[in-house]
T-cell receptor
């Protein structure tokens, strides 16, 4: 069964460094999402992406964040200059086209630790 | 103000018990999701519903659109059902997440 994959599973970085989190959505899916979950807190929506552009973004998704679908298979989240409070689990999700587009399939997450 | 509220926050039950987790939301939705998060952090989608009731194995999800309320039921609960169960409201192309219900099923 096809699944969403994410790499790396864990990343440790120094404050101020740039990180790129990678996701490979399910191949025929057209809608892509990033979420984050700070330890002990609820999952929060970051951004949705469709047709090579951002559809929606939350207040969390400020200028430090960007998303890209560079090659038709990967969907990346870049954090330009990481802050301590960016430490969280980051989940990617994707949705198929058509009426099923509301169903989101989640990747296993990338645990980011900013020191 | 929480747009999606779940209850209870924590639930411990004995194996075999019937489990109910409730979710209330205040936003307009196109769908309501129930998801399961395992101790390792992975998220699995259980149900997506916009009306009525859905059943999958021992899991049942219901939604009342007028009352803006949904419930997740687990019949004949088993220790492997222990996880965090989260409801999320699909509103304006983004999921608004509840805080989750931590369920522990004791053998």
């Amino acid at each position: 069964e096809p699944e969403v994959t994410q790499t790396p599973s864990h990343q440790v970085t120094q404050m101020g460094q740039e990180v790129i989190l990678r996701c490979v959505p399910i191949s025929n899916h057209l809608y892509f999402y990033w979420y984050r979950q700070i330890l002990g807190q609820k999952v929060e929506f970051l951004v949705s992406f469709y047709n090579n552009e951002i559809s929606e973004k939350s207040e969390i998704f400020d200028d430090q964040f960007s998303v890209e679908r560079p090659d038709g298979s990967n969907f990346t989240l870049k954090i330009r200059s990481t802050k301590l409070e960016d430490s969280a689990m980051y989940f990617c999700a994707s949705s198929p086209p058509g009426l099923a587009s509301l169903a989101q399939y989640f990747g296993p997450g990338t645990r980011l630790l900013v020191l | 103000k929480n747009e999606v509220e779940q209850s209870p926050q924590n639930l411990t039950a004995q194996e075999g018990e019937f489990i109910t987790i409730n979710c209330s939301y205040s936003v307009g939705i196109s769908a309501l999701h129930w998801l399961q998060q395992h101790p390792g952090g992975g998220i699995v989608s259980l149900f997506m519903l916009s009306s009525g009731k859905k059943k999958h194995g021992r899991l049942i999800a219901t939604i009342n659109i007028q009352e803006k309320h949904s419930s997740l039921h687990i019949t004949a609960s088993h220790p492997r059902d222990s996880a965090v169960y989260i409801c999320a409201a699909d509103s304006n192309y983004q999921l608004i997440w509840g805080a989750g219900t931590k369920l522990i099923i004791k053998p």
